[in-house]
């Protein structure tokens, strides 16, 4: 059981999101708070269900010491609403799709993953699917920054759990 819980959404959970839960599983376990977050993944369309992420954000992502190999792809579910603390969409359009599926109760769990990186040049992550071996590398930047801002957001949330 854990004491706060994270989700990361994008369009399929095989490039930004994917991405995002690796990156900020490495920060977790650098913070030594592994076993107090749970972190995951998913898409908000279940086109790649079971397929590991893109090679690309892969290749990438180990070239900066993240793991992403033992990732699957996954679609968002009913129960993810209630069961994650934030729901942190990658862009505007998966954010709305989230809230149209997101009971009225849970509504203030869904959020801009960038909105944890108020220096980051954009407000959404680029899908990097379509584009060049740089703009996986811009995913991680904002991956990177944002995810130093969410883990502050976490640890205070912990210790005014504690």
């Known amino acids: 059981m854990s004491d706060f819980s994270v989700l990361f959404v994008c369009m399929g ?3 930004r999101s994917p991405t995002a839960e690796g990156v900020f599983r490495a920060k977790v376990r650098e913070a030594g708070l ?3 977050v749970r972190i ?3 898409g908000t369309h279940a086109f790649h269900v ?3 992420p893109d090679r690309r954000s892969q290749r990438h992502a180990s070239e900066r010491g993240y793991d992403l190999s033992d990732l699957r ?3 968002v579910e009913e129960a993810d609403f209630s069961r994650f603390d934030l729901l942190l969409a990658m862009d505007w359009d998966n954010l709305a799709l989230l809230e149209q599926q997101c009971p009225p109760e849970y509504a203030s769990r869904c959020r801009l993953f960038l909105s944890f990186s108020p220096q980051a040049p954009v407000a959404a992550v680029p899908d990097p699917y379509y584009g060049t ?3 996986f590398e811009r995913v991680l930047d904002l991956v990177e920054q944002a995810s130093a801002g969410l883990l502050a957001f976490v640890e205070k949330r912990l210790l005014q759990r504690a």
């Open 13 to 15: 959970n095989i490039c």
């Open 73 to 75: 792809a996954r679609a």
């Open 34 to 36: 592994e076993n107090r």
């Open 133 to 135: 071996e740089r703009d």
């Open 50 to 52: 079971g397929s590991p």
């Open 40 to 42: 995951d993944s998913a």
